[in-house]
């Protein structure tokens, strides 16, 4: 926790308060009476909160069966179908008119989808994967820009009790078909290519190098891009021949409530990446409950825009299920923030009138550092809520954010959540609290969490510690995709015990009980807001015939948090052919095929060797020291002390 410790500093001085404003107060959706509801008796708020959010079709009798923990079953005995919850009942109870998306390409061409149009879409899609054989329980791998297919891939394979697996476009062959291959899919949905700052990125060619001597039967591909790609026949299918002259009717079966929705990749502290697994009935109410009252959403009223990737959780929870199952507006767009222009998002925002914008930190600083000339010359007015996630804000960011986005007014909620909660779980509710810029506050009613020492004892006001989960939540994982073991050791052996989920970041309670998380403790870097683990990118870079030895950390960065550094030992004969800086290039060049371009570090220091102890554990906290130019800590621990000094001098050269 070094790196985290220094940022308690500055925290520690943050005075200012924001209370909401008495018109804020007035039209609030979430009131003091959600709290105490949920203090009173937090599992008849949640049954309260599942049955008042959503249709069953088979309503439930039990709430929680913990009986096999960790495995948690929620309102098991409840029947519903995901799709139907997100789509048909919004048609049925008239709102079919009302828009369930627009959607902006990264180019200026839009789209806008009417609930009832978004519901035939899906229906057509529903008939034509059942076409195709698919069936309840079956995986498949969806690997699309963000255009509405994706939805409409994601809620057809939801509709018939399938299993979805996104993976993020940005992705590479090599991490597309291990994901394909842990989860056996049958069926992968693609595109052609997507818009990308300004060109088309292929993503059916990487689908192709993916696919290949794997479970998949078939690829479904969306045209898109208009690049030219490869064609297998009898495997490849065009979306628009299959899904386009599909039947518009489809019945939507129910499902228990347990039925798994999706499986979500992410990274863990071992290069596999581990399948997080979401079941539906209890995701689906605490996706719609945290929207609802998070985002204090009038669905009448409001145009949301989350802005993350459907390939990541937030995307999942907050751009397809919490909006949709909330019968939300929503803007969705493809393309970069700053394509073709630096101000593309404030141009959107103005031209869908977006009342709520749900945003990365990592994006606010980027455009932070381009000066608020450029969002001033667009009306931004309709803004009276924003968001934040995927990494502490830090308080000159949110103070930006919340000036010259928020024109000083909107409140801004900094939401705490992970793949594996499923759902928010930490949160300011924008009518009720007084916000402290960079801090997320308090858990959501309904949620219990604590901050402890290593032996679990809650740590004193003011004092850090490791952020724990102590009761079981509706959206919680439901496991890791074939791989329990890994479940339990991962997340519940720390305070087995107690009986605590650890979520593996570091958090500080002040004065007022108010959480600061202060990052990760564990080998999990955070680039940008996404996690990437250490040994992923190290397996990486061994697997290229120059290296022989790699250590990767996470060093602080202005703009994405943190950045990916390598230390890299070459092969005796590789060190001779090849300057360090030809070796670097290739390297990065390689990380970024190997995993994607979001893994690629932003430095490789080629070393000579790397700090061990005498056990032969690699001290990843000295070479972070180096990689963010500070004196070296503590070496006493090292098998050979003058190692160290040894990598400083090397880096330094550089
Ligand atoms: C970090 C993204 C501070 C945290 C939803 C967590 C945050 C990891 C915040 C999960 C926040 C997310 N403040 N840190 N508001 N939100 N994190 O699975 O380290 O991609 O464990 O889920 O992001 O990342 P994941």
Redesign the pocket.
């Known amino acids: 926790m070094t790196t985290s410790m220094t940022s308690i500093d500055s925290l520690l001085h943050e005075t200012r308060r924001f209370p909401p404003s008495p018109e804020f107060v007035a039209n609030a959706v979430a009131t003091p009476a959600l709290a105490a509801a949920a203090a009173k008796d937090r599992l008849g708020f949640w049954a309260e909160q599942s049955r008042e959010l959503l249709d069953w079709h088979t309503p439930f009798t039990q709430t929680l069966d913990w009986s096999d923990a960790p495995f948690a079953r929620w309102f098991a005995d409840g029947r519903l179908n995901v799709a139907y919850n997100c789509l048909d009942r919004h048609v049925l109870a008239g709102n079919g008119d009302r828009i369930a998306i627009h959607w902006e390409g990264e180019p200026g061409d839009s789209r806008s989808l009417s609930y009832a149009e978004l519901t035939a879409e899906v229906k057509k899609a529903a008939n034509a994967l059942a076409a195709l054989g698919v069936t309840k329980g079956d995986r498949i791998a969806v690997y699309l820009p963000v255009i509405p297919e994706a939805v409409i891939a994601m809620l057809a394979i939801a509709r018939l009790g399938a299993i979805h697996s996104v993976v993020f476009g940005g992705f590479s062959a090599d991490s597309l078909r291990a994901r394909i291959d842990d989860a056996q899919a049958k069926l992968v949905i693609t595109a052609d290519g997507g818009w990308r700052k300004g060109k088309v990125f292929p993503l059916k060619d990487t689908v192709d190098a993916a696919v290949e001597g794997t479970s998949v039967e078939h690829v479904l591909v969306v045209r898109r891009g208009g690049n030219d790609i490869g064609w297998t026949q009898g495997r490849d299918l065009w979306w628009h021949d299959t899904v386009g002259t599909a039947d518009p009717e489809h019945e939507a079966e129910a499902f228990d409530a347990e039925n798994p929705l999706f499986i979500l990749y992410?990274s863990g502290t071992t290069g596999k990446p581990k399948g997080i697994l979401h079941s539906s009935g209890g995701y689906l109410t605490q996706v719609a409950y945290t929207h609802k009252n998070v985002f204090d959403l009038h669905p009448e009223s409001d145009v949301f825009w989350c802005t993350a990737d459907i390939g990541?959780?937030?995307g999942h929870s907050y751009v397809v299920y919490g909006p949709l199952a909330n019968g939300a507006t929503q803007l969705l767009y493809e393309g970069t923030p700053d394509t073709p222009h630096p101000g593309r998002w404030w141009e959107l925002i103005e031209k869908y009138r977006v009342s709520i914008l749900y945003a990365a930190p990592t994006a606010i600083r980027s455009l932070m550092k381009l000066g608020r000339e450029i969002p001033d010359r667009f009306d931004l007015s309709s803004i009276r809520v924003l968001g934040?996630?995927?990494?502490?804000?830090n308080p000159e960011a949110w103070i930006w954010y919340h000036d010259v986005v928020g024109a000083g007014t909107a409140p801004i909620v900094?939401?705490?959540?992970?793949?594996?909660?499923g759902a928010i779980m930490?949160?300011p509710l924008p009518g009720i609290t007084s916000l402290k810029p960079g801090s997320?506050q308090a858990a959501v009613p309904g949620i219990e969490i604590a901050v402890v020492d290593d032996d679990g004892a809650p740590v004193p006001k003011g004092s850090g510690g490791l952020l724990v989960i102590t009761e079981p939540w509706p959206s919680m994982a439901r496991g890791i995709w074939g791989d329990d073991e890994r479940f339990v050791e991962t997340y519940w052996s720390k305070f087995a015990e107690q009986g605590y989920y650890f979520?593996?970041?570091g958090a500080r309670i002040d004065e007022d009980g108010d959480v600061w998380?202060l990052?990760?403790v564990d080998d999990?870097m955070?680039v940008s807001?996404?996690?990437l683990s250490t040994a992923e990118i190290e397996s990486a870079l061994v697997s290229h015939p120059m290296v022989a030895e790699s250590a990767v950390v996470g060093a602080y960065d202005e703009t994405t948090g943190q950045a990916v550094v390598a230390f890299v030992i070459l092969r005796a004969e590789h060190a001779e052919q090849h300057t360090p800086d030809e070796a670097s290039t290739a390297l990065r060049g390689h990380v970024a095929s190997a995993i994607g371009a979001i893994a690629r570090p932003r430095e490789i220091f080629i070393v000579a060797e790397l700090p061990k102890t005498r056990s032969g554990k690699i001290m990843r906290r000295l070479l972070r020291d180096v990689a963010e130019g500070r004196p070296i800590g503590d070496t006493t621990t090292l098998a050979d002390p003058a190692v160290m000094r040894l990598i400083e001098q090397m880096s330094k050269a550089k």
Do not use: C, F, K, M
């Not at 934040?388 to 804000?393: F, L, R």
């Not at 900094?414 to 909660?421: F, G, H, K, P, R």
């Open positions: 992410t990541w959780i937030t934040s996630v995927g990494e502490p804000i900094d939401t705490w959540w992970q793949t594996e909660t930490i949160s997320a979520a593996g970041d998380l990052g990760r999990v955070n807001g996404h996690r």
